[in-house]
């Protein structure tokens, strides 16, 4: 099993959480706002709901589990892979990385899913930068098995491969 952490329970993160549940993975779920983390499960529940409605959902349980947590190390301390998810500001994921990178396990892949922002600026403060990527869900996120990765200034090529399973 892969133990993987979300930062971020905004509309994507809680979607990305949700999928990796769905395939059975371990998901601990990383916000500071104790009111968005508290949504969190109804929000996944409505999205079971429309996937069910969709047609795409035949079992209502998710197999692996979702942990919301509001401490980042205590997110990040295990995990396999990390996917930030926060806001698209560049100072707040450089703090963010930075944070991360060091409470992590140090072959932790820990990507960012900025839309915009410059990969190499985003790892400025970052340890260990070889292990950070850029790697974008698409909406829906769920049942879209494609993933963007965006290798930053110093992304390795063995992090784009575990990327890319
Ligand atoms: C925390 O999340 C709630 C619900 O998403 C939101 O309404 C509120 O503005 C957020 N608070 C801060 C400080 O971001
Ligand atoms: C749904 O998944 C649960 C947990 O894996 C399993 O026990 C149950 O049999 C499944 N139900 C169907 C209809 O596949």
Known sequence: MVCI?????????????????????????????????NAVYDKIEEDKEWMKSEGLLSNNTFIGQIYCLSRLEDAV??????????????????DLFERVTQCCPPNCIVATNTLRLDITAIVERATNKERTV???????????????ITPG????????ETGLY
């Open 5 to 37: 952490a979300v930062l971020g329970c905004g509309l994507l993160g809680v979607k990305i959480a949700g999928e990796m549940a769905y395939h059975g993975h371990k998901v601990k779920l990383y916000d500071s706002n104790l009111t968005a983390l």
């Open 77 to 94: 301390k295990h995990a396999d892979f990390v996917f930030e998810a926060v806001v698209d500001d560049l100072p707040i994921k450089q």
């Open 134 to 148: 850029g790697l974008r869900f698409l909406y829906p996120v769920y049942y879209i098995p494609e993933v963007e």
């Open 153 to 160: 200034g110093f992304t390795s090529g063995k992090t784009i």
